[in-house]
């Protein structure tokens, strides 16, 4: 298991030590009134200073205070804007500041890959117009950059139209990948990996997403390091990605089959098993910010690697190209129990 | 002006070379149907595949399509959530992946900051216990981190009553700061200068926040590099912090002076000019994907270092802490005119 997994994984089962720390810290939480809901608050004796501004907007601390944070807003709300973005393909979040995505959610079902109305040699990559200037990722970033710009949602995942498989070429779903021994090889492989599961699973869905995950230096310290690629400097290049998987049994209300990864942004070798790269969704959820179960109840939740043997089939990058229309929906996986 | 400030307005002056780039990739564009609105787009011949799951979201991709990204909501949305906390003294977005906030605002006023009921002594650090556990920053975090709970919203400014002087205490207004020769010194200059504002215009706005600015390393690559402090690894320390200022005129519809500051986390010498980290609020913008004057009409708009001597009053910070109540409002800046 690889030292960022570690780290990430130590996070999580921290929490039980965080308890214990926060305990040491009750006695003074609780002499403490909550800054929202104080008892001790005390009436301000001085005048309420006139308002320069139309109040604007509904959130207005009441008028008993002197001064109202929130008339901000009268500028516009300063955000962060999540832009959400729905294709027919793909549904994402876009992270404004590192112009990559937050996450990029994807269908995949045994139908939906049998067919195969698109080719990707009609797909260019295009800039998302649709995020404003400033915070939009460019063709130019990615422009010598020596980084893939790598398919959140693949290609591969969209032949049911070619309309579908253009949508996944958007930049607001890339993100800056290593190519050889990354895109091009293992992260493939694991894409390859999730198609299989539409052997088993009748429905699968895909939530895929860029991390910035710490490392520790020789000093001890953890710091976050990664490069921006871009001149000027415009679009982060991630630590580390993400997928979570959902295999679902096909019944409302069915079981779930869930399993995270995470891989770093470099060369793995093809001898590495994909188990040693899962970690538990709360692992990607605490480095990430974001939540991918809240809803699920633990009743319905199984664990993938427990329900399928999680392991990649090492082809080379050019014959899975070629052959992908082909395979799809063909080959079982190697270990992966075919539902055909 | 240092190397970080000329990065991130290189980043903005380039936008008009970036309109270049884009006329170089137009032909590609305009010859691709975008994503969204494809008028190529074929009929997808693969069966509808039965859902598994009964839609639990309004957002649905029409029922041509094989596939249905956005059902995974039906597991809960992923996010990001930006926690929106408004107290007394201050509104706040907190970012779930940095355990910072994105911003806070606030607002001060003469007669705010005239009125004295409250002691910072009474005033004790807190968890923000709103936010989710696995995203909250502790106590613990900080505790012999090397770096000081850095108000971003001042407890100084909220003096007009304990309720809101303790509402700044809370860890989701923090950001680690270097203590010596930036929170207890040169960031307390820049804070006591925008308190004298309240001495030329009525109502003065502040948003305050964290910003993560690449550098470029020897090998000519820019990268962002910061520590996150905590066992496991928890908050991240900003490279820099970002302070936008509205000096209000108090007339509804009337000028609004506006600087944008930004000032490395790290010693800053206080012969430093404050003019040196003045930046356009584009660069802030950029560089926190945030907007912050998107709805303030161009002609409403001041250059608030044209309308003020932009200038820091150096004290002792023991000083300052002692004699903060009784200076307030009774002494004007170095070289800011005093309304009064």
Redesign the interface.
């Known amino acids: 298991m690889s030292k960022a997994t570690l780290?990430i994984i130590?996070?999580?089962s921290?929490?039980t030590g965080?308890a214990a720390?926060?305990a040491?810290?009750s006695s003074?939480?609780d002499?403490?009134?909550?800054?929202?809901a104080?008892p001790?608050?005390?009436?301000?004796?001085?005048?309420?200073?006139?308002?320069?501004?139309?109040p604007a907007t509904p959130?207005r601390?009441p008028l008993t205070?002197?001064?109202?944070?929130?008339?901000?807003f009268?500028?516009?709300?300063?955000?962060?804007?999540?832009d959400l973005?729905?294709?027919?393909?793909?549904?994402l979040?876009y992270?404004?500041?590192?112009r990559n995505p937050?996450?990029v959610?994807?269908?995949?079902?045994?139908?939906?890959l049998?067919?195969s109305?698109?080719d990707r040699r009609h797909s260019?990559f295009?800039?998302d117009?649709s995020i404003p200037?400033?915070?939009r990722a460019?063709?130019?970033d990615y422009f010598r950059s020596g980084y893939d710009r790598g398919h959140q949602v693949p290609a591969a995942d969209a032949k049911?139209?070619?309309?579908?498989m253009?949508?996944t070429?958007?930049l607001s779903n890339m993100c800056p990948q290593v190519g050889e021994g990354f895109n091009r090889d293992y992260w493939a492989h694991l894409e390859d990996f999730c198609r299989r599961l539409t052997h088993r699973y009748?429905?699968v869905?895909i939530?895929t997403g860029p991390l910035?995950l710490?490392k520790r230096d020789s000093d001890g310290?953890?710091?976050?390091?990664?490069?921006?690629?871009g001149?000027?400097?415009?679009v982060?290049v991630p630590t580390h990605f993400y997928k979570v998987v959902?295999g679902?049994?096909?019944?409302?209300?069915?079981e779930?089959a869930v399993g995270a990864f995470v891989l770093p942004n470099a060369h793995i070798d093809n001898a590495k098993p994909l188990a040693e790269f899962e970690v538990p969704v709360?692992a990607v959820?605490?480095?990430?910010?974001?939540?991918?179960?809240?809803?699920?109840p633990a009743q319905r939740r199984k664990r993938l690697c427990r329900e399928v043997d999680c392991s990649i089939l090492v082809k080379e990058y050019g014959d899975r190209q070629k052959s992908f229309g082909r395979q799809q929906g063909g080959q079982g996986g190697r270990g992966l129990p075919s539902s055909s």
């Open positions: 780290a130590a996070a999580v921290a929490a965080a720390t926060a040491l810290y003074r939480k002499s403490t009134p909550t800054p929202s104080s001790t608050s005390t009436t301000p004796t001085a005048p309420r200073a006139p308002s320069p501004v139309t959130t601390t205070h002197p001064v109202d944070p929130s008339g901000l009268q500028y516009g709300f300063p955000g962060p804007t999540a973005r729905t294709h027919p393909s793909l549904t979040s992270d404004r500041r590192t937050h996450w959610a994807e269908h995949i079902t045994p139908a939906s049998a067919a109305n698109a260019v295009v800039e117009t200037e400033p915070f460019k063709l130019k049911w139209s070619q309309e579908a253009d949508s070429f958007v009748p429905s869905r939530v910035y710490p310290k953890w710091r976050v390091s990664y490069e921006v690629v001149s000027p400097p415009n982060s959902f679902e049994d096909g019944r409302t209300g069915g779930v709360e959820e605490r480095a990430s910010g974001l939540e991918f179960a809240k809803l699920l």
